[in-house]
């Protein structure tokens, strides 16, 4: 699978949009690229996953480079309750791929 | 959105004995479901693979005898932590994938914490 690397932490004002970007420039031409988020204790939740168009839900937006070898995550209004662990992770999407954890971007959402 | 659970949620036991952590998929039917440990202040590690009604895949590294898995449902998983030490003390996540949808999205559970004494 693809390698991915996020920043270890970023801050971002309660209210204003955080940006999360993450680089898979090994991505290949049938991985998606998917985001999780983890609040303190407890399970990782699913965000959003894209191919290779933009991603919009109801949690999130996903704005994948035309190269693939990148990707932001955007949270339009970031709340206090954001305050987690982002992990993008790349994985096929053939239905039972195992989902390989990194380090993630720990966000800050600051009052 | 699709509901994963675990029991217990916390569990604290002695040296030398065995527990059990159930993980269930709530409203959907799940062919396929993973078991994660997470030590303080690290990443998620992947376990082991369970699908239902066949034998699980461990990851390198993960004893197969000492963490027994069992899928015997579409909506429950099971892993006994056998004759527990401390250094299994950890966070225990199980995730299910949707057995009806297309994606790798995988839903998961709160977590067990488990401290062996």
């Known amino acids: 699978d693809a390698k991915t690397t996020q920043p270890p932490s970023m801050d971002c004002a309660e209210g204003r949009a955080a940006n999360l970007p993450c680089n898979h420039s090994?991505?290949?031409?049938?991985?998606?690229v998917y985001w999780y988020r983890q609040i303190h204790s407890q399970g990782p939740q699913y965000i959003i996953h894209?191919?290779?168009n933009n991603e919009t839900n109801e949690m999130a937006s996903l704005i994948i480079t035309e190269d693939r070898k990148s990707s932001t995550l955007i949270l339009p209004h970031a709340t206090l309750r954001d305050t987690a662990v982002y992990y993008c992770?790349?994985?096929?999407?053939?239905?039972?791929?195992?989902?390989?954890f990194g380090t993630g971007t720990r966000l800050t959402i600051i009052p | 959105g699709a509901v994963v659970s675990q029991h217990p949620s916390w569990v604290i036991c002695k040296s030398g004995t065995s527990v059990k952590i159930e993980c269930r998929s709530l409203?959907?039917?799940?062919?396929?479901m993973f078991w994660y440990r997470q030590f303080p202040k690290q990443s998620l590690m992947l376990m082991a693979t369970?699908?239902?009604?066949?034998?699980?895949?461990?990851e390198q590294g993960v004893e197969k005898d000492k963490f027994l898995i069992n899928h015997a449902s579409l909506t429950l998983s099971t892993l006994t932590v056998t004759s527990a030490h401390p250094e299994d003390s950890s966070f225990y996540i199980c995730?299910?994938?949707?057995?009806?949808?297309?994606?790798?999205?995988?839903?998961f559970g709160p977590g067990t914490r488990l401290t062996v004494t």
């Open positions: 369970s699908n239902e009604g066949s034998k699980a895949t461990y």
């Open positions: 992770i790349v994985v096929p999407n053939f239905g039972n791929e195992k989902l390989t």
């Open positions: 995730s299910a994938r949707d057995g009806s949808g297309t994606g790798s999205e995988q839903y």
């Open positions: 894209g191919l290779k």
């Open positions: 090994t991505i290949s031409g049938n991985e998606y």
């Open positions: 409203d959907f039917q799940a062919t396929t």
